[in-house]
């Protein structure tokens, strides 16, 4: 660790606030913490009935979605990718054939193609050539009655999309009918869902969200689950938290107010019952990774060094709301980005800024996460070694990859006892930074593990995670995936803490 001069280092003290003073003189590292994940960040997944009351609950904002002309039997094209017309030649889809919905209302839409700009009406029929959706680029997708995936689209003009020939889809069909010769009928394929925080939000609007909201938040994690948490041997708790909290009470449409006051029960529910807290940016604007869980409209990562003021200024946020508290352990500047997608240099850019902005308030530890994706898992360090009270960030799971479909019990334990032991250890040096296995869970590719299994699976991660010199948080504290839920490991005796 490369130590800042003596001088700077007391200026720097003497700037913090009083009470920042001991802010982390009873912090006992390595941490056993926990995520309270889909809390304050939306992840569908871990808890799908959230999104039940939504009309077109099918088609939220990012679905990738394709369509099949029931005349042609081929599929719409955004040619090129976008930037000219739409087509229907394509006998079998793929990227150019696969459009990313923007939900307007419960039933209009814009479509975003493959280069990002969006279908619309033009003077050779329809088009993908417009960055910015307006009326002329947004449809109103009719679906039949008794078969949902059949539809139809109504343009601006009041008439129908129709596929003329497999060159010429135009917008000027009036007649109506559900019939495989109908040029205006297309059979529609989901490929891909979000059900992130701006799914939810958007999908309710602004009527109903901001209640579905608040149940939410109040019931999610209440007091009880802090005592729970804190009489079962966990000392933290890492809170996944989006860019739009630091715009509460009005934060832009369609994120709805009201996290901040959440997070705020957080730190006071932790204190009582003797826990940290991490504040952990899971979502940047703009999509630091593409991912449900980063707030993103439409899976496109799009944070680039744009977007690096406005995130700093969130972390600002934090850092002056919470650096007075005595239970801050920590503030993470960024869940998960992704490479190649996300620089080196403007992460590195970003996080120098967003440490800065920290120390202005609080000697709070500062949490790097490690790029996911083809990165050196060591290229933070140098960074690191220039900042004081800092860690790096790591998650890991035995599942994503291929690599561990195949795996049996067995074998899914001897990889976190020596390739994961390999890995940690070589993260892990007396002069380098602390690290933190932010992410893992007992969940693995198996699905005819026994409950011997998971509780064998979940101590060695346990005994080879423990050796992480900041500590561990599980993924997640509430899920309805069992095992996913250290809640529910601990009440089921799947996982032992103490």
Known sequence: ?????????????????????????????????????????????MKPSRFDGIINKDLLDGTQVQFLSTKLKKYLCAENGGGTVVVANRPSPSGWETFRLWRVSESCFNLRVFNKQFVGLGSQGVQAVSDTPT???????????????????????????????????????????????????????????????FQITNGYGPDKAPQVMQDHWNSYIT??????????????V????????AQDPTPPK??????????????????KYGMKVIIDLHAAKASQNGDEHSGARDGFLEWADSNIDETVAVIEFLAARYGVRPNLAAIALMNEPRAPGVTLDA???????????????TNAYVILSARLGPADPKELFSLASTMNRVAIDVHYYNLFSDSFSGMTVQQNIDFVNNQRASDLGSLTSANGPLVLVGEWTAEFARNDASMEDYQRFAKAQLDVYGRATFGWAYWAYNCDRNHWSLKWMIENNFIQLQ
Do not use: C
């Open 347 to 361: 992460l590195t850019k970003y996080y120098k800024a967003a440490y800065d902005a920290i120390r202005k308030y």
């Open 254 to 271: 369609p994120f709805v107010g009201g996290s901040s006051i959440a997070l705020d029960n957080a730190f006071t529910w932790a204190e």
């Open 238 to 245: 890492r809170i996944p938290v989006g860019w739009w909290i």
């Open 135 to 197: 009326d002329t680029e947004t449809f109103e997708i009719v679906r039949k009655d008794d078969d949902r995936n059949r539809v139809r689209f109504k343009a601006s003009n009041g008439l129908f999309l129709q596929a003329q020939s497999e060159t010429l889809v135009t917008a000027d069909y009036a007649e109506s009918s559900w019939d495989d010769s109908d040029p205006s009928v297309f059979i529609l394929t989901i490929v891909n869902t979000l059900q992130g925080e």
């Open 1 to 45: 660790m490369v130590y800042l001069p003596f001088l700077l280092i007391f200026n720097l003290i003497s700037y913090f606030p009083s009470s920042s003073h001991a802010q982390n003189a009873d912090l006992i590292l390595p941490l056993k913490a926990v995520n309270l994940g889909n809390w304050l960040v939306t992840e569908g997944w």
């Open 223 to 236: 007091e009880e689950d802090f005592n729970f948490m804190s009489a079962n041997g966990l000392s933290a």
